[in-house]
């Protein structure tokens, strides 16, 4: 089980491009998956696509395919 601080960092490893850390926290973290990690409410996921990370993103989708609400969370944009 993930702790709060691996959600927490979700949002730095994601600006530092720390992309297998994000994966990682994914795995391990099922809050992750649906932590809102900036003031635009944009998921790691979300940072990812805009990011242009492709493989981290089909990585990050295919964790949360097990149908979770995280496919449901948007961003203010």
């Excluded at 099922?30 to 993103?57: C, F, M, P, V, Y």
Aim: charged share 25%.
């Amino acid at each position: 089980m993930a702790s709060y601080e691996e959600v927490d960092s979700l949002f730095e490893n994601a600006m530092k491009g720390q992309w297998g850390k994000v994966v990682e926290t994914y795995r391990n973290c099922s809050k992750a998956r649906e932590a809102n990690i900036t003031k635009s409410k944009e998921t790691a996921l979300h940072i990812a696509i805009a990011d242009g990370q492709t493989e981290t993103a089909l990585d990050l989708l295919n964790i949360i395919a097990n149908g979770e609400n995280a496919f449901n969370i948007e961003n203010r944009k």
